[in-house]
């Protein structure tokens, strides 16, 4: 089973992430990690900090000659701005943040607990999942995730072809799918920064290239939309997960819901296996498995919630009424917001094609994809 942990606080000496079941034979290319890397610290709207660090990752195990050999991999990120045994706690919790739970839960510090739950943790689990992104390129798979609102105000993607929409992407400060929509959304952003205020948005991720069959029906927590949404639910501040149609399938008809199936000869050698459909409202997922279709999913980003003008707090010493507390923070981070979730659903969709098709070697997993291919377009 393809899986990974991390560990590492914000300000400490380096965070890490060790990823267990990762096929051998490979090829690592790690500038391909410090891409996303470097995309997860970019995007409008962040702040001082990320002019501090310049995130790069160092593979300490598993690879040998460029390849992975199969036993785990050890990814880690440096932290420049290590300065955790200077600083001092916090004395009042800040609303949003896990500061008060965090404190009460282990009768300790809010610094103890707000170290681990920053979302500075989560540059190990972009390097995962850019490590992920290799393997699934070698199955044709790519997940491509993007900006689709911010506040209140929505980013039209325009039309174009996958390699065309990504140039638009890594071209737009904001990681959106339409520039003519980027001036007006950093203005926003401005002006939210100097009301002393922050903003989040909407994340949506893309996946091309799924063999039908990822995921199964058979057990609850084997659903692969149910891990989905676990793994993006769990990234820091994103309050809701949706996949295809979402909450929308809760307003309409079932016949304005679910896709009708076609076929196509001329496409049977393809992920579709020629099955088509003319809408994809299920999101290419039914009953917890993957139909052929791309994967649509998309995530609801809180605004940040450390305030340049605090909210009402207390002092947890005293119960006094006082300020909240403030620690240097982001207007906006909903651009990195969708380098993480894009992240890590590819780590997700990677660990759902070792579950179909083995994982010792990439050649055993290449021969088991094709012959799965060939038994199923004959189905």
């Given at each position: 089973?393809?899986?990974?942990?991390?560990?590492?606080?914000?300000?400490?000496?380096?965070?890490?992430?060790?990823?267990?079941?990762?096929?051998?034979?490979?090829?690592?290319?790690?500038?391909?990690?410090?891409?996303?890397?470097?995309?997860?610290?970019?995007?409008?709207?962040?702040?001082?900090?990320?002019?501090?660090?310049?995130?790069?990752?160092?593979?300490?195990?598993?690879?040998?000659?460029?390849?992975?050999?199969?036993?785990?991999?050890?990814?880690?990120?440096?932290?420049?701005?290590?300065?955790?045994?200077?600083?001092?706690?916090?004395?009042?919790?800040?609303?949003?943040?896990?500061?008060?739970?965090?404190?009460?839960?282990?009768?300790?510090?809010?610094?103890?607990?707000?170290?681990?739950?920053?979302?500075?943790?989560?540059?190990?689990?972009?390097?995962?999942?850019?490590?992920?992104?290799?393997?699934?390129?070698?199955?044709?798979?790519?997940?491509?995730?993007?900006?689709?609102?911010?506040?209140?105000?929505?980013?039209?993607?325009?039309?174009?072809?996958?390699?065309?929409?990504?140039?638009?992407?890594?071209?737009?400060?904001l990681y959106s799918l339409n520039l003519d929509r980027d001036p007006a959304i950093k203005a926003l952003i401005d002006q939210t920064g100097k009301d002393g205020d922050t903003l989040g948005g909407i994340i949506e991720v893309r996946v091309d290239g799924?063999?039908?069959?990822?995921?199964?029906?058979?057990?609850?927590?084997?659903?692969?939309?149910?891990?989905?949404?676990?793994?993006?639910?769990?990234?820091?501040?994103?309050?809701?997960?949706?996949?295809?149609?979402?909450?929308?399938?809760?307003?309409?008809?079932?016949?304005?819901?679910?896709?009708?199936?076609?076929?196509?000869?001329?496409?049977?050698?393809?992920?579709?296996?020629g099955y088509e459909r003319p809408t994809n409202n299920a999101g290419g997922l039914e009953a917890g498995m993957t139909n052929g279709q791309p994967i649509v999913i998309r995530a609801a980003k809180k605004p940040i919630s450390t305030l340049a003008k605090?909210?009402?707090?207390?002092?947890?010493?005293?119960?006094?009424?006082?300020?909240?507390?403030?620690?240097?923070?982001?207007?906006?981070?909903?651009?990195?917001?969708?380098?993480?979730?894009?992240?890590?659903?590819?780590?997700?969709?990677?660990?759902?094609?070792?579950?179909?098709?083995?994982?010792?070697?990439?050649?055993?997993?290449?021969?088991?994809?094709?012959?799965?291919?060939?038994?199923?377009?004959?189905?």
């Amino acid at each position: 089973m393809l899986r990974y942990w991390t560990a590492g606080e914000s300000h400490g000496k380096t965070l890490l992430a060790l990823v267990d079941g990762f096929p051998a034979g490979v090829a690592i290319d790690t500038d391909l990690i410090d891409v996303e890397l470097k995309r997860r610290q970019g995007g409008y709207g962040r702040g001082g900090r990320q002019r501090i660090e310049t995130d790069k990752v160092d593979v300490r195990t598993g690879i040998w000659h460029g390849e992975t050999i199969g036993s785990p991999i050890a990814l880690e990120v440096v932290n420049r701005d290590y300065k955790l045994e200077r600083l001092d706690d916090l004395p009042r919790p800040r609303p949003g943040h896990g500061d008060l739970t965090g404190a009460v839960k282990y009768l300790g510090s809010i610094r103890g607990v707000l170290e681990r739950a920053s979302a500075r943790e989560t540059a190990v689990r972009v390097a995962a999942g850019a490590l992920a992104k290799q393997l699934l390129a070698e199955f044709g798979i790519n997940v491509f995730g993007y900006v689709l609102e911010v506040g209140p105000e929505r980013i039209e993607p325009v039309d174009g072809t996958l390699e065309e929409l990504k140039a638009i992407r890594d071209q737009s400060e904001l990681y959106s799918l339409n520039l003519d929509r980027d001036p007006a959304i950093k203005a926003l952003i401005d002006q939210t920064g100097k009301d002393g205020d922050t903003l989040g948005g909407i994340i949506e991720v893309r996946v091309d290239g799924c063999p039908f069959g990822l995921g199964t029906h058979a057990q609850w927590d084997t659903k692969l939309d149910g891990r989905l949404a676990q793994a993006v639910m769990a990234v820091q501040a994103i309050k809701g997960v949706e996949i295809g149609l979402g909450f929308e399938a809760a307003r309409r008809p079932g016949s304005q819901v679910h896709d009708p199936i076609h076929y196509d000869e001329s496409r049977k050698n393809t992920s579709t296996l020629g099955y088509e459909r003319p809408t994809n409202n299920a999101g290419g997922l039914e009953a917890g498995m993957t139909n052929g279709q791309p994967i649509v999913i998309r995530a609801a980003k809180k605004p940040i919630s450390t305030l340049a003008k605090p909210l009402a707090s207390i002092n947890l010493d005293t119960k006094n009424p006082e300020e909240a507390s403030y620690e240097r923070s982001d207007v906006c981070a909903i651009s990195a917001a969708s380098v993480i979730v894009e992240n890590v659903v590819a780590f997700e969709i990677a660990r759902a094609v070792v579950d179909k098709f083995g994982g010792d070697s990439l050649a055993e997993m290449q021969a088991r994809y094709k012959l799965f291919q060939e038994m199923a377009a004959e189905r």
